[in-house]
């Protein structure tokens, strides 16, 4: 059986909401920065709450945000 993997966009829907940092995210997300550098490289998955308030940030779905990776 393969890796299961969630990606996600937030590299870049920072980069494209005026250059927002992680840690303005972070701040607006009501989680530490370490947080967002660990879910942005993929070594950490959010849980569905805390994915949904990302997504907010953006005015985006959580679809939109992060991806899952079925390699089965």
Same mark, same amino acid.
């Given at each position: 059986? %393969? ?5 996600? +966009?937030?590299?870049?829907? $920072? ?5 927002? !940092? +992680?840690?303005? #995210?972070?701040? +607006?997300?009501? /989680?530490? $920065? +370490? !947080?967002? /550098?660990? &879910?942005?490289? %993929?070594?950490?998955?959010?849980? #569905?709450? #805390?994915?949904?308030? &990302?997504? $907010? /940030?953006? %005015?985006?779905?959580?679809?939109? /945000? ?7």
């Amino acid at each position: 059986m %393969g890796k299961d993997a969630i990606s996600n +966009q937030i590299r870049n829907l $920072r980069f494209h909401h005026n250059e927002m !940092t +992680q840690q303005q #995210l972070a701040d +607006q997300a009501g /989680v530490t $920065r +370490q !947080t967002i /550098v660990a &879910i942005e490289k %993929g070594n950490y998955s959010p849980s #569905l709450e #805390l994915a949904f308030r &990302i997504a $907010r /940030v953006f %005015g985006k779905s959580i679809e939109e /945000v992060f991806q899952y990776e079925d390699n089965s």
